[in-house]
């Protein structure tokens, strides 16, 4: 039995991971750990050498040694690509759009529906969309055709007021985690993978695990998609990829595994955490992009990700090495 399955027996299955990752590294350093929300493990408080701090799960930042400025210019997507720029690292570039008009006295011209409209023309009619300030993958797809492009931003706005809009591009995909310049892990990001059962076909199948994902509050990619290969009926065993999202809330996967050119990817990594001014966070990057070996960028750098990853692939030690350096940067372990 692993650590986290004792920790988990008894709890609603909704108890977050972070908090169980917390309770089981507060225990093996000799914290105190206190669950303070009625056994919802919303909120909850760690103990040690004569401090106490509290996290709070959801949307709440499980890395306080990352500063609340420099969390926040993570978590906007078009923030982060202006300082990752800025300091020579490579990224997707793109741009940002408002979906409402409210507060539109209070920003620049050139940013609204009807440019998108018009970037979206420069790049051909095909561009990857996704929520400026989104996580997990919800509403992060590719979208092709003007028709395609009004209903994604229509269905989009009704959860969030603005969008980025990159130009497409295809490449392997890898989640790089930093601590302070050290590097705890490299992952491939694969996408999510649906069994053929012989009678379905990939848009049917698809749609019953999207219907599973949206109990998450992850989004759907099906509507209004006229992808005839979707009708396609996979034989009975055959598996078959669902480009797009590689998020494992929506379905991915990963796997350990290092770039080709490990040594340009962590370089890479590290400083994009760097112009952002984080001390903790998963960088997503490209290699290969569009078949090209040398070519590398950024596609978001995240200032509080899951690492459900680990537990999954059996890694207590790196869970546990990871909380270790949020208690010592709260100064809950004498060092």
């Known amino acids: 039995m692993t650590p986290f399955r004792a920790i988990r027996a008894g709890k609603p299955a909704y108890y977050p991971d972070q908090t169980i990752y917390a309770e089981y590294a507060a225990g093996a350093l000799g914290l105190a750990f206190a669950e303070l929300d009625g056994g919802t493990g919303l909120i909850f408080e760690v103990s040690g050498a004569g401090k106490r701090s509290a996290f709070g799960a959801g949307r709440g930042s499980f890395f306080p040694q990352n500063t609340a400025t420099a969390a926040t210019l993570a978590n906007d997507k ?6 990752m720029a800025h300091a020579g690292v490579a990224t997707l570039g793109g741009d940002y759009f408002f979906l409402h008009d409210r507060h539109r006295a209070h920003r620049a011209p050139g940013h609204e529906r009807e440019d998108a409209c018009t970037l979206f023309r420069s790049f051909g009619g095909t561009a990857f969309v996704k929520p400026l300030n989104g996580s997990r993958g919800d509403f992060a797809q590719g979208v092709s055709g003007d028709a395609a492009l009004a209903d994604y931003l229509d269905q989009v706005a009704a959860y969030y007021d603005a969008i980025v809009m990159q130009r497409m591009v295809t ?3 890898y ?3 930093v601590l302070d310049d050290d590097i705890v892990y490299s992952a491939r990001k694969l996408p999510p993978v649906v069994t053929g059962d012989g009678t379905r076909s990939l848009r049917e199948l698809r749609s019953v695990q999207e219907t599973t994902l949206s109990s998450h509050g992850i989004s759907s990619v099906t509507a209004k998609e006229p992808d005839a290969t979707l009708d396609t009926v996979p034989a009975k065993g055959e598996l078959f990829a669902l480009t797009g999202r590689t998020n494992r809330s929506a379905g991915g996967t990963m796997d350990f595994a290092e770039p080709a050119d490990a040594a340009a990817a962590f370089a890479t990594a590290r400083s994009a955490l760097s112009a952002l001014g984080l001390r ?7 290699t290969h992009i569009d078949g090209d070996p040398s070519a590398l960028r950024v596609i978001e750098v995240n200032a509080n990700p899951s690492i459900r990853f680990l537990e999954d692939a059996g890694r207590a030690d790196l869970i546990l090495r990871i909380w270790r350096h949020t208690f010592v940067s ?6």
């Open 78 to 83: 078009h923030m982060a690509n202006v300082l």
């Open 171 to 173: 490449g392997q995909e």
């Open 175 to 177: 989640r790089i985690f």
């Open 280 to 286: 903790a966070g998963a960088v997503d990057l490209f």
């Open 330 to 335: 709260l100064g809950l372990i004498d060092v």
